[in-house]
């Protein structure tokens, strides 16, 4: 099985670039920068990763961030991501930015998006690894602010597919981004949220009806209203699950009770993520060994799930199919 993941084509749909920093490239980064952290070692750093709840983990995340200064500092970050990806087949993948997580600390926006986008560039050519840009608003922050970044983004608008919406979930709804959401679909951009994570199944409806999202960023609690689950059936709106993220931020206690079978067993198009890889233990293929092993997954299981990964991202429908063809020859060959 396991060498059947690793080999498996698939993509990734629930990246957060800064959630991909690993302590020895922070360690790197910051001495660059004459940054002094408050960790005296890579294994002090990975003894403080033991969460409770998701805001806090975002304590550290947005500190781990904050040694990114320069356009290098962002290209390293995320080629080094793309790297990994090339090596466990993950063909495609749609990748989170906070421009916000820097923009308040004064680095400005065309800094972060010059640096993940050349290394994005880069990447294609020199691995072969496709990917593209989501623009997250964080969510603790006012509807004004992320206007502001709307506003920043637009220069660059040929560079991002997508709006996100993430960061401390609970106490800020969907419904206070109604605006600015509008605005961002009608400079072109695809609407998605984190909903449902530790949120109840409201935010989930809130994210449909009002933002009119096309994905849905975890999702979890949706499993608490049937009507919610018949309804993103029904729109045919896929859920991206991170198991790891999930059990290190207490949203599910273990992940042999994941409910992702029984998501799949309703009829919700779910995905395989790896959320925050640097923080919760496991790139992609470990979210989907580990998931496999504590759920029983068959084969025709992953496949489902892999397949799943390529259509619903944002891609259009030719290169969805060049990757789906390529996934076909795959499960044909080693079912
Ligand atoms: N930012 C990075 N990871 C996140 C998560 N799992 N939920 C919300 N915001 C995030
Ligand atoms: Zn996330």
Known sequence: MKNFIENLPKAELHLHIEGSFEPELMFKIAQRNNIKIKYKSIEEIREAYQFDCLQDFLDIYYQGAGVLITEQDFYDLTYSYLEKCAVQNVRHTEIMFDPQTHTERGIAFKTVINGISKACTAAKKELGVSSLLIMSYLRHLSEADAFKTLEQSLPYKHLIAAVGLDSSEKGNPPSKFKKVFEASI?????????????????????????????????????????????EIIKRDIALTVCPLSNTALQVVHDLKNHPLKKM??????????????????????????????????????????????????????????????????YYTKNK
């Not at 608490?224 to 018949?230: A, G, N, R």
């Open 186 to 230: 009608k400079e072109g951009y695809i609407p998605l949220a984190h909903a449902g994570e530790e949120g109840s199944s409201e935010y989930i409806w809130e994210a449909l009806d009002l933002l009119k999202i096309k994905r849905i960023d975890h999702g979890n609690n949706c499993l608490q209203d049937d009507k919610l689950i018949q």
């Open 264 to 329: 799949m067993d309703l009829g919700l198009k779910t995905t395989i993520n790896s959320d925050d890889p640097a923080y919760f233990g496991g790139q992609v293929n470990q979210n989907y060994i580990e998931i496999q092993e504590a759920l029983n997954l068959s084969k025709q299981d992953l496949y489902d799930l892999a397949k799943n990964s390529f259509q619903y991202s944002l891609l259009d429908d030719k290169t969805i199919q060049f990757y789906l063809d390529e996934l076909e020859v």
